[in-house]
């Protein structure tokens, strides 16, 4: 790296390479700003938890595309405050994507026949999942608890319910196997070899940049995309 870093350096002192970037420096110093001030929110009030040691450790990253070019026009990898700290958050640090993803388990779902109005009863439920020889126990819990009634996938998304989309994905899996999540995952641009019952809430691996990749795709029509830097 050190040998290529010297000679593209003498190549530019010398005017024989032109090196161009579709970053816009002053959205890139506004998302940056953004993303400070929201920091500065996060650790005030992580600081009030005496179980979280280490507020001024929080950071976070942030990517801008362009729609109509698939340009960056905005990436930050993070605060560059921590002394040694150089991963690039927004696309090497892979972390489950939670809630995020429930637009993509919802279109896979719609393309496999599933509608908007397609309901499953929201309460508690517990699902016995074989675990090589053994089986194990998953009762997914929803933030603002079970109503007890039936509710549609549109009002799911729209709540953000923990209990339709597992409920709708073990259909999914029951009926068309685990594949037709997989592939419809990978077509949004996520990096997965298998999915699991609570894939349909994001507990896989993802960077910042699959992520905005995946709503770029569902933003023009779910075309696939290639990003240009």
Known sequence: IPAITEH???GVNRGEV?????IDLSLQQRVRE????????????LEKYKSFKHPELVSGAA????????DFLALVGGDGIVQGDFLN???LQYLNPGSSVKPFVLATALDLGYTLETAFADVQKTYIIPYGSKVKKYAPQNYHGFSGKLVSTHDALVASKNSIFIALVDDMFKNYGEDALLSGLQNFGFPLSEVHLSSAIGSFSASLLDIAGAYAVLADDCVTITYVA
């Open 89 to 91: 958050r927004a696309t």
């Open 18 to 22: 032109n090196i161009s970037a579709t």
């Open 34 to 45: 953004i993303l400070l001030k929201h920091r500065d929110s996060l650790r005030s009030k």
């Open 63 to 70: 990517v801008v595309i362009d729609l109509a070019s698939y």
């Open 8 to 10: 593209a350096g003498n």
